[in-house]
């Protein structure tokens, strides 16, 4: 059984790599937890090359046909180890960083991709500067973030230096990020880039901003139905053709996030791996496309054949990420009481995980509108404890 690196560590990837008979060698940082009977590699900073690659050649890995990243933090040393090793996919650490980076994200992008002002800062930027440049409020962000972690909108003083105080060192000149807010609605692209061309893609909608969910809302999303939307598909598919050209994109499952205004599209930012929450499974339970397969074969230096997905989809899918309301009480029965599932999974008494996740649902319905109602209904019913 061949080896493969994985940068990070989730179940349903991991499945994943062992349905295709590889064995999964993990490089992580607390907390995250592999199960005992999967090989690990624990190190202290997961976005440290120099210290991954020291793991690694320490480990004398055997047989090692290829690398690949979980999540964002992982993309920068996921190219490192390519290139350091000899082994399939992107190896080009530079490009990486265009996928990492915010502003240098941004920056790259052409005139006729819409997006938001964007600018490196440091805790010794005035407020004022800041506002007479983007605006008010703006957002304060990690350059190289993800998930929404230490992302605030700022709205006064007092916030700026709220959310200065909560980076570990402010005074980097290339650790913080100012842009300019754009209040809008937040869709996302899900696709596959190879050989320079879009080779498939899907549209879905977060029914709230991540940046919310971080702050205790329940995030859900789901796919969104090509018929109803033609025009707004067609704007992802430009925006996302233009953004991954530009930016010179390896072959890669990627992630795009963009604002819907009302002059089209403003680009929020594009990761180049898999994308997180449930995004895989509902895609492949409307589409039939497996993203993780597409991602395992894109590190083994696998040419991905694009899919073939031909009509409407017999039902859209989506997800919510189940939180334990304030003073708990809800238990899984609840829910199951008031809607049908697909799926669900509920333990609240697990300590929770990303966007306060303590479980899991997945719903269809064959209509796109029904399915973002049940959804909004599962998320508030949630969110109020039952109520």
Same mark, same amino acid.
């Given at each position: ?22 064995? /999964? ?33 320490? +480990? ?55 997006? #938001? ?43 700026? #230096? ?63 139905? *090509?018929?109803?939307? #033609? ?26 996030? +963009? ?7 403003? &680009? ?37 054949? *694009? ?27 609840? &829910?199951?009481?008031? &809607? ?13 995980? /990303? ?33």
């Amino acid at each position: 059984m061949s080896s493969i690196i994985v940068i990070g560590y989730r179940d349903d990837l991991d499945q994943a790599l062992r349905h295709r008979g590889l064995d /999964p060698h993990y490089i992580v940082q607390a907390p995250a937890r592999p199960p005992e009977n999967r090989r690990r590699l624990r190190v202290t900073d997961i976005e440290n090359a120099q210290e991954l690659l020291r793991a690694v050649l320490a +480990a004398n890995l055997q047989d090692t046909a290829g690398v690949l990243t979980v999540h964002e933090m992982g993309v920068f040393g996921a190219a490192f180890l390519r290139g350091q090793l000899g082994l399939p996919g992107n190896a080009d650490a530079t490009s990486a960083l265009s996928f990492r980076d915010k502003y240098l994200q941004k920056s790259r992008l052409p005139p006729e991709v819409k997006r #938001a002002r964007c600018r490196y800062t440091t805790e010794g930027t005035p407020y004022e500067d800041l506002v007479g440049e983007l605006g008010t409020p703006f957002v304060l962000k990690p350059a190289t973030g993800a998930g929404s972690l230490r992302t605030s909108v700022v709205r006064s003083p007092e916030d700026y #230096a709220r959310a200065v105080s909560a980076f570990p060192d402010p005074s980097s000149d290339v650790g913080m990020v100012a842009e300019s807010f754009v209040d809008a609605s937040e869709v996302y692209v899900d696709g596959i880039w190879q050989d320079g061309t879009l080779q498939w893609s899907s549209l879905s909608r977060n029914h709230i901003a991540p940046l919310r969910a971080v702050q205790g809302g329940v995030l859900a999303a789901h796919v969104l139905d *090509r018929s109803r939307h #033609a025009e707004l598909f067609q704007q992802a598919e430009t925006v996302a053709t233009q953004a991954l050209t530009a930016l010179d994109a390896p072959d890669c499952v990627f992630h795009l996030e +963009a604002f819907r205004t009302a002059g089209g599209l403003t &680009f929020g930012e594009c990761a180049i791996r898999l994308p997180g929450a449930l995004s895989p499974q509902v895609n492949k339970l409307t589409y039939g496309v497996d993203l993780f397969d597409a991602e395992i074969s894109l590190a083994l230096g696998e040419e991905v054949v *694009r899919p073939r997905v031909a009509g409407t989809p017999e039902r859209f899918h989506g997800y919510v990420l189940l939180r334990r309301p304030e003073g708990g009480g809800l238990t899984r029965a609840d &829910f199951e009481r008031n &809607f049908t599932f697909d799926e669900i999974v509920y333990t609240p008494d697990v300590p929770a995980g /990303p966007y306060g996740k303590v479980g899991h649902a997945i719903v269809s319905d064959p209509d796109e509108l029904k399915l973002e109602k049940t959804l909004e209904d599962i998320a508030r019913f949630n969110e109020s404890g039952g109520a």
